[in-house]
């Protein structure tokens, strides 16, 4: 058995992005890495997601370089692709209104998130008094490979 | 449906790195993080592992710190566990000779290492023209989450 590796071209880095919403997050601080498993939405280069406050938000906040990985492993062969992008929080104001209500429409499309499934209905996000803040991660470059086994 | 997240004590985040084996891995270099899925043994607050020549090999040389994250995904639940350690490089050498076989000891128990299948026979990374490189991560703190549906 032998597996065939091939570069993806950016088009299907994001093409991967977009049909996926898994994955994980790495933030930094102090020369010291982070990582964290997050739910995201990608659209238009940007992965919509949400957390609580924490850890993954305090570096993020201090530091906005992250990098997004998602895979899919199937029989015979996977994706893997590593996003490079910027942290950027969509605070609970006007000025970002409407990137709150993106973020949502994306995010709320797939109801079993980890954390909406820890929440009761009236602690949902977009209700001021919610702890959660989105965020989106603007991606600025991709990179990915697939893996096929041949025979 | 309401999800109960408890943390998880140490030793717990111990015995379930020493349960699975694949996981991701985060390095980080200038400021700027990075990513890579990776599988693993762990035993004895290490964990082994083995690296093509890259970008992930060539961060961790330059900042042997990191951060490996490891999560079970089940029906109503998940396990997540995150670990900081310090890289440390096996080189081809007889001063490294015992960790090399004893990270390959552990390793070769699960044949269906990613980069194992890509392999020949002969290309085994026990062989001193392998270019692949054994590596542990010497853990030093851990925690852990873990989440169950209670209906």
């Not at 209104?97 to 929440?119: N, T, V």
């Amino acid at each position: 058995m032998t597996v065939k590796i091939s570069e993806m071209r950016p088009a299907e880095c994001y093409h991967f992005l977009e049909s996926t919403r898994f994955g994980h997050i790495a933030c930094c601080r102090d020369g010291r890495p982070y990582i964290a498993a997050i739910y995201f939405a990608f659209s238009g280069s940007v992965a919509y997601s949400f957390s609580m406050p924490g850890k993954k938000l305090d570096w993020m906040r201090a530091n906005n370089k992250v990098c997004l990985h998602a895979e899919q492993l199937v029989s015979g062969g996977w994706t893997s692709v590593v996003a490079d992008g910027q942290f950027e929080e969509f605070p609970d104001n006007d000025t970002w209104k409407s990137e709150r209500l993106h973020a949502w429409s994306l995010l709320k499309m797939h109801p079993d998130w980890w954390e909406i499934g820890a929440m009761k209905p009236y602690e949902l996000p977009m209700l001021n008094q919610s702890p959660h803040v989105f965020y989106g991660v603007a991606v600025t470059s991709v990179s990915g490979r697939i893996a096929v086994t041949i025979d």
